[in-house]
């Protein structure tokens, strides 16, 4: 509920959703610093296989989902009983190759962050890799993702249970389409829902055109568009389908949404992590005293071409290194602990370098 400046555009926050309702004008703002450039395309580096890691981890917990157990749940009139049957205890588990991860990239930014120090400063150092305050921030987010992708899961299956069950879909349908929706948003969640939907109650000429390129392969006609509007194209297809084909179709668009949400979460993440390892390097330098505690600072560092209107006041601002940044919403650590996939950096510097 409020109007954001991002990318160029206004967008309008309603509880869940972001609709770009017009154009803004961007302020003129300085680029990245050389600190920041370099963390960020450290940052680049390391979001690949932050998403690997998790879009593998959440296929492994969705096929970890009964889809029995939810019709049997269905079948005796239990709908409270659906969370139930999901084996929540395991999401950790099967997520935990993020942590890892996210480990590497604390270090990478670490490992860089050290080549900022001064030249007196830097070949008296050694970042310690066993280093407490790394092993705090990994087992931090691992479990904040957790608690973020489960809470994220349950409001969606809560969403669209009632809906399926209504639709007048048999209870093993109606089961696979709540598995479908176990690791997604509840706007992808009902996005996925509907595509099914639609398909199995014929409304086919109400898919959208990225739907339509979907559904192309099974008329044999590879990623062109098809008239669906048309009764004949219709019947053929609806003619053409069966169980599988609609399972097939329904758990592709799933995936999919996995793959696009992992994306968002790994370039968060990722940042995250690399601005944290930068932190960390200092505050372990001052921690030894090889940098003076009282004249190291952080400055926060905007990235011009897509900051929101959250972040854009920040620019500049420096606060000693174990201090936090005052925020719109909240004291932070680091810039990107402020919203997802936030594009914020920050520089370590010592003060006489502020000027």
């Known amino acids: ?31 990245f610093s050389r600190q920041g450039a370099a963390m960020n395309a450290l940052a680049d580096t390391i979001q690949s296989s932050v998403k690997i ?14 889809v029995d157990a939810i019709a049997g749940a269905i079948l005796a009139g239990e709908e409270a009983k659906i969370l139930d049957t999901i084996p929540w205890e395991q999401m950790e588990t099967d997520i935990s190759g993020v ?36 092993a705090q921030f990994i087992k931090t987010r691992t479990a904040s993702l957790v ?13 669209i249970t009632r809906q399926v069950i209504d639709s007048g879909l048999k209870p093993k349908a109606a089961a696979r389409s709540i598995r479908n929706v176990v690791g997604l948003t509840s706007r992808q969640a009902q996005a996925v829902t509907n595509f099914r939907l639609k398909i199995e109650q014929g409304r086919l000429s109400d898919l959208t055109d990225a739907q339509r390129r979907d559904i192309a392969p099974r008329l044999g006609r590879g990623r062109s568009r098809i008239k669906l509007n048309d009764p004949k194209v219709r019947a053929q297809f609806q003619a053409a389908l069966d169980r599988q084909d609609i399972d097939g179709m329904a758990d592709k668009m799933s995936k999919r949404m996995i793959k696009q949400r992992s994306e968002m979460i790994a370039r968060t993440e990722s940042l995250n992590a690399v601005n944290a390892g930068h932190l960390s390097v200092w505050q372990q330098a001052a921690d030894d005293g090889i940098v003076d505690r009282a004249n190291a600072m952080k400055r926060w560092i905007i990235d011009p071409t897509t900051a929101c209107e959250i972040c854009m006041p920040q620019q500049g601002q420096t606060v000693p290194i174990d201090e936090q940044f005052s925020t719109p919403v ?12 936030c594009n914020c950096m920050m520089e370590l510097l010592l003060e006489r370098e502020q000027s």
């Not at 080549?115 to 790394?134: G, L, Q």
């Not at 932070?332 to 997802?340: E, S």
Request: proline share 8%.
């Open 99 to 134: 942590g890892i991860a996210i480990e590497d990239g604390m270090l990478e930014g670490a490992n860089k962050g050290r080549n900022f120090f001064p030249a007196t400063v830097k070949p008296r150092f050694e970042f310690d890799t066993n280093n407490p305050r790394v």
């Open 53 to 66: 890691s998790l879009t593998r981890g959440l296929f492994r917990f969705r096929d970890r989902v009964d």
């Open 1 to 31: 509920m409020g109007k954001l400046q991002a990318a160029g555009v206004v967008l309008d926050r309603m509880g869940s959703r972001t609709v770009v309702i017009g154009k803004a004008k961007r302020p003129k703002t300085t680029p």
């Open 147 to 159: 608690v973020e992708i489960s809470e994220n899961s349950r409001n969606s299956i809560r969403a």
């Open 330 to 341: 909240g004291p932070v650590d680091v810039p990107t602990q402020v919203h997802p996939q």
